[in-house]
Structures are given as structure tokens and as C-alpha cells.
């Protein structure tokens, strides 16, 4: 079979053509993907609804600083991303129960920290206070005390940072939950724990019983009973058929 050169000046000349094509396209094609990509938003009824109460409680206060209708692009839109028509209601109500909420329009952080408030469940700080006490205000708390250990809260000193970050952990949890209208109950991983994390006299327990479970293994000493008993038995020269 001839094998044709493929060095010849058609084939050369076609390779060439093909380079031209390619640098020719445009660079920016892989681009629209990108460009595609936008960030997450609160959906436009929410913020159609969320703008009339505003402009209703704010009046020319409100449509002065963010305009009459509620534009896809403001930053509220980005700011309140996630955030559910119930819990807008949530900051809403807030709003209306501060006596300066007439004043002026809050800035949207300090609105969405307003939708994610959960009514009577305490501040981080004043759950901590409540763990340590074994008196709970709120079932969140008391979710999150025994995720942590109530044995060790009772026990604990209340500068305990290592066992305060363990519960303040849990409890953001559990907050976490009752912001977004989640059953409370459920079961919380544990986060990645040294002993640092641990009360001291459990570490120094564990580390003793390892100590005399190595010592029991280095002078062949049986771990169970019945063979300690048979051991014992044999070095006396004792046989339990000798008294039966």
C-alpha cells in the first residue's frame, strides 16, 4: 500500500486556511457562561411587596432614597437574597413594635437581621448564661445545651472558652433552624474536637486508663477475670477439680 506524503502544497495550504479560521473566531465565546452566572437575588414579587410596605410606613423618606418601584438590581435585592416572604413579614413586625421605626428607613443588613430575629430566643451571650444555669428561656437553648453535654455546662466555669465555642456552635444550629422554620430537634454533627475541647479531668482519666492497660500488657497479666483467676490458681498450684 503507497502511503501519499502529507507534506503536499494542497494539505499544506488547507492546515493554513484552518489556523486563519481559528484565530479568527472570536476570543470572548467561553465568555457567556460567565456572564450568565448572576447572584442570587430575592425574587421580584417579594421585593414588589416588600416596597409597598416601605414606601406605605416611609412614605417620600423611602421612594427618595430607593425609589417608587422596586428595581431587580438594587441592592436590596442582593442584601435579602434567601430571605422568605415569612420572614419578611418577621421584619416588617419588627419594625412596627421599635418605637423609632418611623424615624427612618433602616439600612437593608440591619433589615434582614430584623426577617431572621426568631421573637423570645435569647441572644448567643444570654443562652450561654441559661446552659451554665440549666434554665432555658427559649427550647432552642436547651436543644443546644444538650448537643453540648449538660453535665459538663453544669460543671463548667463560665470562662470556659473551649466548652463556650462547643455551645455557641450548637446553638447557632439550632438558630439556624428556627430562622428558616425548621423542626428544632435533629441530630448535630460534631465538629472536629481535640482535647482542648474536652474537660481536663475526663482527658487525664483516659490517659491514665491507657497507662494501666499498657502496663497490664507488658507483664502479661490476662484482662479478663477467668483467666487472671486461672492464672492465680496455676502459680499456687491449685486445682478447681480439688474442690468440688
Not at 46 to 68: C, P, Q, S
Request: charged letters at 25%; hydrophobic letters at 40%; aromatic letters at 4%.
Amino acid at each position: 500500500m503507497e502511503i501519499k506524503d502529507l507534506k503536499t502544497p494542497v494539505q499544506a495550504q488547507q492546515v493554513q486556511d484552518l489556523i486563519a479560521d481559528v484565530l479568527s473566531l472570536p476570543l470572548t465565546r467561553s465568555t457567556p457562561q460567565l456572564q450568565s452566572v448572576k447572584p442570587e437575588k430575592l425574587p421580584q414579587s417579594l421585593m414588589d411587596k416588600l416596597w409597598i410596605k416601605m414606601a406605605e410606613m416611609y412614605g417620600h423618606r423611602w421612594t427618595a432614597n430607593f425609589g417608587v418601584s422596586a428595581d431587580p438590581n438594587h441592592s436590596w435585592a442582593t442584601v435579602l437574597k434567601g430571605i422568605t416572604g415569612q420572614q419578611i413579614a418577621n421584619g416588617l413586625n419588627a419594625l412596627v413594635e421599635k418605637p423609632e421605626a418611623n424615624d427612618w428607613p433602616p439600612p437593608a443588613n440591619v433589615f434582614r437581621s430584623m426577617c431572621l430575629q426568631v421573637p423570645g430566643l435569647p441572644t448567643e451571650s444570654q443562652a450561654w448564661g441559661e446552659a451554665l444555669r440549666g434554665e432555658y428561656s427559649h427550647k432552642a437553648v436547651k436543644i443546644a445545651a444538650e448537643a453540648t453535654s449538660t453535665f459538663d455546662l453544669r460543671t463548667a466555669r463560665p470562662g470556659d472558652k473551649a466548652l463556650r465555642q462547643r455551645f455557641e456552635r450548637n446553638y447557632a444550629i439550632v438558630m439556624r433552624r428556627a430562622q428558616t422554620g425548621q423542626p428544632l430537634e435533629g441530630r448535630i454533627a460534631k465538629g472536629i474536637g481535640h482535647d482542648s475541647t474536652r474537660p481536663r479531668e475526663q482527658v487525664q482519666l483516659e490517659h491514665s486508663r491507657k497507662e494501666a492497660e499498657a502496663l497490664v500488657i507488658a507483664q502479661g497479666i490476662p484482662a479478663n477475670g477467668q483467666s487472671a483467676r486461672a492464672m492465680l490458681l496455676a502459680k499456687l498450684n491449685i486445682r478447681r477439680d480439688d474442690h468440688v
